[in-house]
């Protein structure tokens, strides 16, 4: 199993549509958990941190399960801007390790 | 200051030069990354600086050269690159090396070998 398992997608949405992306993990002691978001040929910007249940910024909620070890991303009312690579990446709480990266979902929202 | 300042944004090299990339924060972080990315990939980590000292070497080859003059400064020393070197080199920089509270990523320097 991969440490961090996302659906590459692509995901095609209409503007104002609800989208989730689901992400797995395999490291029960992961602590840390983050949304990034990736613009064609830009570097990976931090969208949202994951440290308990979940968290919720305007239109994006973030959704943890450490039972089933999996992170979620909700965006509501989607907007052509939107339409990026979102990465989840998850931190193995070990001594000289760094984050780990999902291979990214991509999404595409269309007018 | 919240950002990592990378230079040069774009480079182009023959596979005989010797350049370098350069990366710079004043966040306090104690954590430094470089990571290459090619296109529809996701970061490939290639070097973790943790307290000015190398703690992780992802098997690089020897032609990728880092360095960390100081708590601010890393930079990715190139020799002799080939023409699949060409990628997007991401720096990086955290708080903790476990990346505890996620990382601050540079804007990158594309880099073209001919």
């Known amino acids: 199993r991969k440490e961090v398992e996302q659906d590459p997608g692509p995901f095609n949405v209409p503007e104002g549509a609800t989208v989730a992306f689901n992400c797995t993990y395999s490291n029960s002691a992961s602590q840390s958990f983050f949304w990034y978001r990736q613009d064609c040929r830009k570097e990976p910007k931090l969208l949202m941190s994951v440290y308990s249940s979940g968290n919720e910024d305007g239109r994006f909620t973030a959704q943890l399960n450490r039972a089933s070890q999996y992170i979620s991303l909700l965006i509501r009312d989607s907007k052509l801007s939107d339409s990026a690579t979102y990465l989840c990446v998850v931190n193995r709480n070990q001594a000289g390790t760094a984050l780990i990266f999902g291979k990214g979902t991509t999404l595409s929202v269309s007018s | 200051d919240t950002e990592v300042t990378q230079t040069p944004k774009h480079l182009v090299m023959g596979m005989t030069n010797k350049k370098s990339l350069k990366c710079e924060q004043h966040?306090?972080?104690?954590?430094m990354y470089w990571y290459k990315q090619k296109a529809k990939k996701p970061p490939e980590l290639m070097f973790v600086?943790?307290?000015?000292?190398?703690?992780i070497n992802e098997s690089v080859p020897s032609r990728f050269s880092p360095e960390c003059p100081n708590s601010s400064l890393l930079n990715l020393h190139l020799h002799a690159l080939q023409p699949e070197d060409s990628a997007l080199y991401l720096c990086?920089?955290?708080?903790?090396?476990?990346?505890?509270?996620?990382?601050?990523f540079g804007s990158g320097t594309r880099l073209t070998v001919v």
């Open positions: 966040m306090g972080h104690r954590a």
């Open positions: 990086a920089s955290s708080q903790d090396q476990g990346g505890y509270y996620g990382y601050t």
């Open positions: 600086y943790s307290y000015e000292k190398l703690s």
